[in-house]
């Protein structure tokens, strides 16, 4: 069986190039990116013969230190790779995961290098700042890459850095920002079509389930839209999919469908990407043995089907794969390169006894894909907008009477820029980690259209308004446009797939509308802010918090109370943990308030339909309008309050308050 195996034409290579390495052995997405997480002991090897007793050499020798090695990339032309490395660190310390500010750990930053694949012309890429990896060659001969110089951190913990993504010269010469992570993006690869494929992590609404997905750009950043994986749409499924490659010739991608906090391994799936993004049926686990790891699948005491990561598709059925039998997913010594199909069918290439093999390549040519050209109008160089079009904001929204939507709000989610304490902050109460704040709106004409600017490097969502600035159903999800980039849509939350209507938009054939701030500004939304100022006009003189039936309920802000429910501990805070206060007056509206509650890994587990939380299912806002007390809020102030609620009813609008330091 193992004859036959070895005779299939797709083995049309003698030399298979590859990483030993120590396994990750933190289990946590976020440590197994970086550099200085890893043990020192690798190497960037090439193996002579698809077999164990095969020639083994290094490329490297001793050209570098014994430090730690990252997933590497072949030239089209099979002449030159590119890989990340990470030196040893002076003094080895270990590294402080879950710790914010702290630095240490066996080995410093992953930095890029590129070799010849004879082992000659080692030379270094980038020197910084931060964390560098995850390279593969571009069609045009740039080198598209992770990094974490955007110098963003994670919102859910903040010891962790966010990876965005970036493209440089093949000398490492010209960087340019290609998407504007908020949490993380990792392990590009290039589709047939030149567009670069990879795994998005994000928080807009969202609690802890299915929230790394896949995703292509263009390699010039436009075009950033969701491949696969639409949100909390199906389940089960994996918690992530991570290092996607094209299955050549076919609308299918090979990945692992791993977890997030694991050290990047699960069972191998195969996705079409031409099935419904949002619906199992695109989805296929070929190593169906192999649980999905921290999902509510079943789960035995102890996990006897091995592991898989790495993942390098020959047909749409057999591949090359890292697999450890090892019940624990970090063995560090545990993965070997094996031969794959999709039956079950898997023979051992190679096993190193002393380090894990990672990220095999057969040293061949390969065909380069399309190189996409520029994709963005140069005749504006100083432009900070680009435009959107949406053809029929009722496409998607069945029930919605047309005429009813005559806004959209446009609003930005901020990136953590500096430590907080805590360093995990909910906003409110399970009201999510990410401030959000209204940007504006935009007209939405008679038929659905709507035509606008938005502005560029800022990571934003919609969402569809009545007449009285009423949210009906927005996203859930954010979006990145380049300056002058146009982007189009064909309605709100529309089927996968849906042709435009066959008609010309209104608002095309009109300049693109500019946002229209609302009347307390463009900035972040917070209780303290828009919805206090209110309840001081207009509550205090009956609800002031004094003894009485009426006047107990307590709507000033002079007393604060704990908040009860905030999601905000995280184990391994180096500082003493600070109290999440509010006012009281903040958790007695809450109760009265219809918003998605969002902490752990609860929440709302499937895309939510009109009306299905804020403004219009609010007790508030009916109270409200019922007259209470003869209470009449004016326009701005009824507009003020339903925004607070349409934004998940947040008490904060960002940590300033809670920062430990700004450096």
Known sequence: MRDLAFQNPLLDFEELLFVKRHTPQFGHQCSHHVGSAQRRGGDLCVLKGLSPDGEVRSLIDDQLASGALGRPDLSF????????????????????????????????????????????????????????????????????????????????????????????????????????????????????????????????????????????????????????????????????????????????????????????????????????????????????????????????????????????????????????????????????????????????????????????????????????????????????????????????LPGVERGTVKYLRVLETIPKLAHSNPQRLDMGVGSGWDPRAILGTVPVEQDGSAHFELPSGKSLFLQALDENYMNIRGMRSFMNLQPNERISCVGCHESYGSAPPNRSAIAFVNRPSKISPPPWGAIPVSFPKLVQPVLNRHCVSCHDGSKGAKKSFDLTSNHLVVAKGANNEHPGDPWPFRTFEVTASFMHLLKHVDYARLGGYEGENVPLRQYAIGSHRSALLKLLDAGHHQVKLSANERRAVAAWIDCNAPYLGGWDEYFVSKE
């Open 77 to 396: 032309d099979a002449t030159k790779i590119v890989f990340p490395y990470a030196a040893p660190r002076a003094t080895s310390t270990p590294y402080p995961i879950g710790k914010p500010g702290q630095v240490g750990g066996d080995c410093v930053d992953y930095q890029l290098y590129q070799i010849n694949a004879d082992g000659t012309g080692l030379h270094q890429l980038t020197d910084g700042p931060g964390e560098n990896t995850e390279p593969c060659y571009l069609p045009n001969g740039r080198i598209c890459f992770t990094s974490s110089r955007c110098n963003r951190l994670v919102q859910c913990g903040d010891w962790a850095i966010v990876f965005s993504m970036f493209t440089m010269n093949g000398d490492g010469s010209d960087v340019l920002a290609i998407t504007e992570a908020k949490e993380g993006e990792w392990f590009p690869s290039v589709l047939d079509d030149g567009r670069i494929i990879y795994m998005r992590w994000e928080y807009v609404l969202k609690a802890f389930n299915n929230i790394q997905y896949l995703w292509t750009v263009n390699p010039d950043g436009t075009a950033a839209k969701l491949a696969y994986g639409d949100h909390y749409s199906f389940s089960p499924g994996p918690r992530s999919f991570i290092e996607a490659r094209q299955i050549p010739g076919t609308s299918k991608v090979i990945t692992t469908g791993a977890a997030h906090h694991n050290c990047g391994v699960g069972p191998i799936c195969i996705v079409d990407l031409d099935k419904n993004r949002g619906e199992p049926s695109g989805l296929v686990r070929v190593t169906p043995e192999v649980r999905y790891p921290e999902t509510p699948e079943p789960e035995s005491a102890e996990h006897t089907a091995g592991w898989y990561n790495a993942p390098y598709p020959l047909s749409e059925n057999f591949y090359l794969a890292c697999y450890s039998f090892e019940g624990a997913h970090n063995a560090a010594a545990g993965y070997g390169i094996y031969l794959l199909d999709v039956h079950g069918n898997k023979e051992l290439i190679y096993r190193d006894s002393e380090l894990s093999c990672y990220s095999p390549i057969p040293l061949k040519q390969r065909k380069s894909p399309s190189q996409l050209g520029k994709q963005i109008a140069s005749n504006q160089p100083d432009a900070k907008t680009g435009t959107a079009l949406m053809l029929d904001v009722y496409r998607g």
